[in-house]
C-alpha cells in the first residue's frame, strides 16, 4: 500500500506520522511546493521509526509528483488553513486552484487512486475534485465528518464524565460551523442513549460546542488544528488499506441519497479497500431531516461560488 499526502504543513506532516506509526502501509510520500519542506519532515518522521516501531518507509518529494506515481490513496491538505475569526468558506479563492491542480497531478501518476480531500471549505474541495478529475464517486471522499465526529464524542464523553472509548456518536451535514448536524438523539454510551444521562439543555451545548471545535482551536492556537485532522485521515486510509469496512460519516457525492442530488455532504460511509463501499441511510426525524436540506443549501451556495473564481 502506497500513500501519498500532499501538504508537508502540520496536518499533512501529522497525517504522514499517524498512517506510519499505524504500520498498514508499505510507503508514505510527502509533497510540498516548498523546498526541502517534506524532504525534511519525511527524514525527520524516519528517525523516529526504531523509536516507534515501525517499518513504513516515508520520503518527501519538493512538487514532483512522478514520486507518488502509482499510489493506492492520495491525501489532499494542501492550502492556506484559517486563521482566527474567518470561515472555511473564505478560504475558497485560493484553495479551489491549489486542490484543481493537485487532484490532475495525482491522477497524471496515479490513474487509479482513491482521493481523501481534507482542504477547506472541505464539501466543495471534494465536489471540485469530482469535477476535474471525472474520477466514479466511490473513489472521492471527504474528510471531515470523520473529524467532528471525534470532536463530538470528545464532547460527550466530558459531558458524561465518562472515558471516550465508552462513547459513539456521529456527525452528518456540512463541515462548517453552522452546517454540522451532530446526531444527539443516536448517540450511545455503551448501546445506551445519552439522553438518558444527559438533560436536554447539556446535549444542545454539546452540539454547539461540537459545531465551533475547528473555530474554538483556531482561536486559541492562531491557526486550524492538526492532531486530530491527522489522526482521522489515517484512521480512513487504514479503513481502505486494509478493506474494513467500517463506517464513518465523510463528504461524498450524493445522487438521491437523503433526497439530495449533486452536491458533496457529510453522510455515513462503509468503506473498504475501493474506497466508498456503500452509503448508508439512516432513518432521520423531521427537525433532522430539515437541518440536513438547510446545510446541503448551504454547501450548495459555497458551490456556487467555484463558478466566479
Same mark, same amino acid.
Given at each position: 500500500?502506497?500513500?501519498?499526502?500532499?501538504?508537508?504543513?502540520?496536518?499533512? $506532516?501529522?497525517? $504522514?506520522?499517524?498512517?506510519?506509526?499505524?504500520?498498514?502501509a508499505?510507503?508514505?510520500?510527502?509533497?510540498?511546493?516548498?523546498?526541502?519542506?517534506?524532504?525534511?519532515?519525511?527524514?525527520?518522521?524516519?528517525?523516529?521509526?526504531?523509536l516507534?516501531?515501525?517499518?513504513?518507509?516515508?520520503?518527501?518529494?519538493?512538487?514532483?509528483?512522478?514520486?507518488?506515481?502509482?499510489?493506492?490513496?492520495?491525501?489532499?491538505?494542501?492550502?492556506?488553513p484559517?486563521?482566527?475569526?474567518?470561515?472555511?468558506? /473564505?478560504l475558497?479563492?485560493?484553495?479551489?486552484?491549489?486542490?484543481?491542480?493537485?487532484?490532475?497531478?495525482?491522477?497524471?501518476?496515479?490513474?487509479?487512486?482513491?482521493l481523501?480531500?481534507?482542504?477547506?471549505?472541505?464539501?466543495?474541495?471534494?465536489?471540485? $475534485?469530482?469535477?476535474?478529475?471525472?474520477?466514479?464517486?466511490?473513489?472521492?471522499?471527504?474528510?471531515?465528518?470523520?473529524?467532528?465526529?471525534?470532536?463530538?464524542?470528545?464532547?460527550?464523553?466530558?459531558?458524561?464524565?465518562?472515558?471516550?472509548?465508552?462513547?459513539?456518536?456521529?456527525?452528518i451535514?456540512?463541515?462548517?460551523? @453552522?452546517?454540522?448536524?451532530?446526531?444527539?438523539?443516536?448517540?450511545?454510551?455503551?448501546?445506551?442513549?445519552?439522553?438518558?444521562?444527559?438533560?436536554?439543555e447539556?446535549?444542545?451545548?454539546?452540539?454547539?460546542?461540537? @459545531?465551533?471545535?475547528?473555530?474554538?482551536?483556531?482561536?486559541?492556537?492562531?491557526t486550524?488544528?492538526?492532531?486530530?485532522?491527522?489522526?482521522?485521515?489515517?484512521?480512513?486510509?487504514? $479503513?481502505?488499506?486494509?478493506?474494513?469496512?467500517?463506517?464513518?460519516p465523510c463528504?461524498?457525492?450524493?445522487?438521491?441519497?437523503?433526497?439530495?442530488?449533486?452536491?458533496?455532504?457529510?453522510v455515513?460511509?462503509?468503506?473498504?479497500?475501493?474506497?466508498?463501499?456503500?452509503?448508508v /441511510?439512516?432513518?432521520?426525524?423531521?427537525?433532522?431531516?430539515? @437541518?440536513?436540506?438547510?446545510?446541503? @443549501?448551504?454547501?450548495?451556495?459555497?458551490?456556487?461560488?467555484?463558478?466566479?473564481?
Amino acid at each position: 500500500m502506497k500513500v501519498t499526502v500532499v501538504g508537508a504543513g502540520a496536518v499533512g $506532516a501529522s497525517s $504522514a506520522e499517524y498512517i506510519a506509526i499505524k504500520n498498514f502501509a508499505s510507503e508514505v510520500v510527502l509533497v510540498d511546493i516548498k523546498e526541502n519542506l517534506a524532504e525534511g519532515k519525511a527524514m525527520d518522521l524516519m528517525q523516529t521509526a526504531t523509536l516507534n516501531g515501525f517499518d513504513t518507509k516515508i520520503t518527501g518529494s519538493t512538487n514532483d509528483y512522478s514520486k507518488t506515481a502509482n499510489s493506492d490513496v492520495a491525501v489532499i491538505t494542501s492550502g492556506i488553513p484559517r486563521k482566527p475569526g474567518m470561515t472555511r468558506e /473564505e478560504l475558497i479563492g485560493i484553495n479551489a486552484g491549489i486542490v484543481s491542480s493537485v487532484s490532475e497531478n495525482i491522477i497524471k501518476y496515479s490513474p487509479n487512486v482513491i482521493l481523501i480531500i481534507v482542504s477547506n471549505p472541505m464539501d466543495t474541495m471534494t465536489y471540485l $475534485a469530482h469535477k476535474v478529475t471525472g474520477l466514479p464517486k466511490n473513489r472521492i471522499i471527504g474528510m471531515g465528518g470523520a473529524l467532528d465526529s471525534a470532536r463530538f464524542k470528545y464532547r460527550l464523553s466530558q459531558a458524561l464524565e465518562c472515558p471516550a472509548s465508552d462513547v459513539n456518536g456521529i456527525v452528518i451535514g456540512g463541515h462548517s460551523d @453552522k452546517g454540522m448536524l451532530p446526531l444527539v438523539r443516536l448517540a450511545t454510551r455503551n448501546s445506551v442513549r445519552v439522553s438518558e444521562f444527559l438533560s436536554n439543555e447539556k446535549m444542545n451545548e454539546v452540539m454547539q460546542e461540537t @459545531k465551533v471545535g475547528g473555530a474554538t482551536l483556531t482561536n486559541m492556537l492562531g491557526t486550524s488544528a492538526w492532531y486530530a485532522p491527522g489522526a482521522a485521515v489515517s484512521s480512513l486510509v487504514q $479503513a481502505i488499506a486494509c478493506d474494513q469496512h467500517k463506517m464513518f460519516p465523510c463528504s461524498a457525492l450524493l445522487e438521491g441519497e437523503y433526497g439530495l442530488n449533486d452536491l458533496c455532504i457529510g453522510v455515513p460511509l462503509i468503506l473498504g479497500k475501493s474506497g466508498i463501499h456503500k452509503i448508508v /441511510e439512516i432513518d432521520l426525524n423531521q427537525e433532522e431531516k430539515d @437541518k440536513l436540506a438547510e446545510s446541503a @443549501k448551504s454547501v450548495k451556495a459555497t458551490n456556487s461560488l467555484l463558478n466566479k473564481i
